[in-house]
């Protein structure tokens, strides 16, 4: 069993990678609040800014992981 302590923000990439990475393992998480997250984060630009980085990271993990099976093999 493993812990992961992060951000909530990013939790669910966090989540991903290591359920790829150790997919046997049970994976527990932890979220700590973030303040950038709210209901309307697309009326802030910082918040706007920070939201789709973490989305666009999301998709590069999954491309890199389809492209490239292999790189999970540690």
Known sequence: SLMIITSDFHSGRAFWVFK??????????????DKLINTNWWH?????????????RFLF??????????????
């Open 20 to 33: 790829k990475v150790f997919p046997s393992l049970d994976i527990d998480m932890s979220p700590a609040p």
């Open 44 to 56: 802030d630009y910082n918040t706007t800014q920070a939201v789709l980085e973490e989305k666009a």
């Open 61 to 74: 993990y999954r491309l890199v992981v389809f492209l490239n099976p292999s790189i999970l093999n540690i």
